[in-house]
């Protein structure tokens, strides 16, 4: 902690020369003063809470111990390169990471961001970027935890700005600055995992993109209404797969987008089951009650007491199938059900 303070209502005895172990003297800077009398000063050194550097001849720090800290030590607010690296050997790592090929100009280093999660965190919170660029944070992230054990999860945001066309990275393949983001996570998840010999590290990620709903929203236009009618029957946007819609279930649901997703073909249809069975989904046209039964029995398999299933409305061809297929779950126990 540093020693010195603001001069403005310092006493004549805050103002004395102080000599290192090393026979340097020193005084305060201009416009400050020593935070303590030389009285309290020498008692600080006699009880070892000054410290003057490795070779003793830095300016005086007053120590503070581990065991008087309840919430972690102050940084330094001066990180060297040779601590923390510099643009300069970021680029070089990120080149090596990449077999020689040049994809960003400016990365931070993974150190960097190593010290600053390390400061910012527990071992089990989410590290959120929103300027995610190479996606360095998330390499961090996965290098810090397999260094001390820590559990901690990464959210990389990034606009999809494009890349130079004579670039390096535009000519690789990168055609924006996700794509580079993604391939790094890929390639420096293994590369933390080989180097660490920890063959249980969690380096699995998942890629979303913002979008608009993939449901339609009803259009009031009565001059319109026949067309509106007509295209209500499926409300579902074009060109939207099972997947996208599944996120947005779980989205609306409140569920946490990193849950295991398992995916089954039951009598030719897909089913997806969420969280061991906490969630089942099942988004295809035309099901048929033979389906419904067998999703039924996921409960048991699972033993899931809150099993909630998601259907399409236009799932069912018509109300008695629907209505059977309601009666079906609610025997088996599963009375939450939802057609979108």
Not at 202 to 224: A, E, M, Q, R
Not at 247 to 260: A, I, R, S
Request: aromatic content about 8%; glycine content about 6%.
């Amino acid at each position: 902690v540093s020693l010195n303070a603001q001069a403005g209502h310092a006493t004549k005895s805050q103002f004395y020369t102080i000599e290192t172990p090393s026979g340097k003297k020193v005084n305060p800077p201009s416009g400050r003063c020593w935070s303590v009398i030389k009285e309290n000063y020498e008692l600080l050194v006699q009880d070892n809470r000054i410290w003057f550097g490795e070779d003793g001849n830095n300016v005086p720090r007053r120590k503070v111990f581990l065991s008087e800290i309840e919430q972690g030590l102050t940084p330094h607010t001066l990180w060297r390169s040779d601590e923390v690296g510099s643009t300069d050997s970021a680029k070089k790592e990120l080149i090596k990471l990449f077999n020689g090929q040049e994809t960003m100009d400016t990365p931070k280093s993974i150190p960097l961001i190593q010290r600053l999660v390390h400061i910012g965190s527990s071992q089990n919170d989410i590290i959120l970027d929103f300027f995610s660029g190479s996606a360095t944070t998330a390499h961090a992230v996965m290098k810090l935890n397999s260094e001390d054990g820590g559990e901690r999860k990464f959210i990389c945001v990034q606009l999809p700005e494009t890349t130079d066309e004579k670039s390096e990275a535009f000519k690789a393949g990168y055609k924006n600055i996700c794509e580079i983001g993604k391939e790094r996570i890929r390639r420096a998840g293994e590369k933390v995992k080989s180097e660490s010999g920890k063959s249980e590290l969690d380096i699995g990620f998942k890629v979303l993109k913002l979008d608009s709903s993939n449901i339609k929203s009803w259009d009031s236009d009565f001059d319109n209404l026949q067309d509106n009618l007509i295209d209500a029957i499926d409300n579902i946007k074009e060109g939207r797969s099972a997947e996208d819609l599944l996120y947005e279930v779980l989205l609306k649901y409140g569920l946490d987008l990193t849950l295991p997703i398992e995916e089954k073909s039951i009598n030719g249809s897909k089913i997806f089951v969420i969280g061991f069975g906490a969630l089942i989904v099942c988004l295809d046209d035309h099901i048929a009650l033979e389906t419904v039964n067998h999703i039924a029995k996921l409960k048991e398999e699972y033993e899931s007491e809150i099993t909630r299933v998601v259907f399409k409305d236009s799932s069912f061809a018509d109300a008695v199938v629907k209505t059977n297929a309601l009666q079906t779950l609610k025997q088996f126990g599963i009375d939450e059900v939802v057609s979108i």
